[in-house]
């Protein structure tokens, strides 16, 4: 099997975005042979989220996305997947473990039921992966990044989580006992290719599809912050599990998007881990340690006295004329953090092309510059006191990596600009930190 087409080729990468491939083309013998679906995505989601932007604002006359909130959604997806330049997921890396060693039945890998059944088996499991992602504050520290967009666009679709990953896997471990790991391999990336497009207000309603499939109808139910749209709408795929299973629920008031009690942040850190130090806060208020163990292992809204998922009687009230929080800051700013972003980006891509010819220490460094560029890029974006300073470091690194090599420009033919508007960048914040540390000195005196 697999040979019908070309796993690499255009064809089978945008309809892997949509679960269009057949059993017959997504079907391997070997693990190593399972294309990196999700890698190869990368045009597509480009190309998508530029055809939203078009299509929203020749529908509405507005953007769907900021720069800042879209800036931030795209950064958090691409800290999520710094860890697979070290090692490989955690859920194949168990799943494959548990397989060699304890499987009962070995499904046969070139069988269009095997495949069906692990499609039908993996969303199954991702579905109670969502819902104690919800359910566990925990393991809601991990995916509250998800939901931590007051927007709701295709770049949302990319805020995913850093440690969920870490929790994820043992859920899917009972379907290693008969599934063959090549096909769970591609199972696990087309449920989660699929949830790309449903982020999206511009798709309001899919008429008999609605019954069956998970939609950007039910997504943003998914997404709300009202009542009626909190712990709803689990589903990767399919959303019959969330009707058989009691959770789902339909889109009617205007959904309000983002997390209860909004951060109103966008440092990529604090987005990813703040959620963490409030759970530990949280629990020092309580005396006992039932009380403090259940802070971590029941609902986000639990107190003592309240059922174990807690209620909704402290949260705000939502009215439908909340607005985003949405920053204002100059102009060229904005410029010049989309430019050093995009220059990130650039070296994020080429640092997953070539992880296999670089050695660990490469890896971590331009890892790290990735982190160091995204976190500083988040600052200026909420104008901290501090953003300078991080900046003006920031710049000297990247006039390093430009220096060895470790840092290309986005096109060949802007290799020389690219360098200027680096040391131009460098010079201007060593002129800022200077004036701002001056401006401290003069205040202490």
Known sequence: MAGAVVPGSVSAGLRAMFLMLTPNESSFQKVEDVPQYVQQATPFFVGLMVLELVV???KTGASVVTISDGITSISAGMISRLPLLLMRGCELTAYMYLWNHYRLVELPWDSAWTWWFTFLSTD????WVH??????????AAHQVHHSSEYYNLTTALRQSVT???TSWIFYLPMALVAPPSIFAVHIQLNLLYQFWIHTELIR???PLEWVFNTPKHHRVHHGRNNYCIDKNYGGILIIWDRLLGTFAQETDKVVYGLVFPIENFEILYVQLHYYWSLWRKSNTFDGIGDKLSTFFKGPSWKPGKPRLGDHDDNPKVTGQEVPHDPSWSLPLQVYVVIHFLLALGTYHDLFENKMMLSQLTILGMAGYILLTLTSLGFLIDQRPTAAVLEMLRCVVTVT???YGFMKPLLPSLAVPTEAFVSLSLLYWVLQGFSQLL???RKAD
């Open 131 to 140: 819902r104690f992602a919800h359910e566990v504050s925990i393991l809601w």
């Open 401 to 403: 990596m430009q220096r």
């Open 164 to 166: 969920q990953q870490f």
């Open 205 to 207: 309603d899919l008429g």
């Open 124 to 127: 199954f499991c991702y579905y």
């Open 56 to 58: 929203g604002v020749l």
């Open 439 to 441: 401006s401290i000195k």
